[in-house]
């Protein structure tokens, strides 16, 4: 929730400052800050991902924040429905994904 915040935050401080610059006469591009939004959310979606024991984990988390950033933008750059949509999909794909995640675990005992 919290980098979805962020990203939104980020998004309308960028449209704001860019009405701003041109009401002053400058221009201002704020898909820049969608650059920078991107780059940074796989920065820790990077840090996300652990790699230990002969295992690579993390990359559910991984990919929630990069779609809790992209919410987070599209609310942000006031795209409310894509960002309801897309929390709504992203829901139930996590969803989906424990689901099977967890079927057959219960048939190997080595699987805890």
Request: proline residues 2%; hydrophobic residues 55%.
């Amino acid at each position: 929730m919290l980098v979805s915040l962020g990203a939104a935050a980020f998004a309308i401080l960028a449209v704001e400052m860019s009405t701003d610059m041109s009401a002053m006469g400058l221009s201002g591009d704020p898909t820049r800050a969608i650059q920078g939004i991107a780059g940074g959310i796989g920065f820790l979606g990077a840090g996300a991902i652990i790699q230990g024991d002969n295992r690579l984990g993390g990359m559910a988390t991984a990919a929630s924040l990069w779609v809790s950033g992209a919410v987070g933008l599209a609310a942000g750059m006031g795209y409310v429905a894509l960002a309801f949509a897309s929390a709504v999909l992203a829901a139930a794909v996590l969803l989906i994904s424990k689901f099977l995640e967890n079927r057959g675990s219960e048939d190997r005992p080595d699987q805890g």
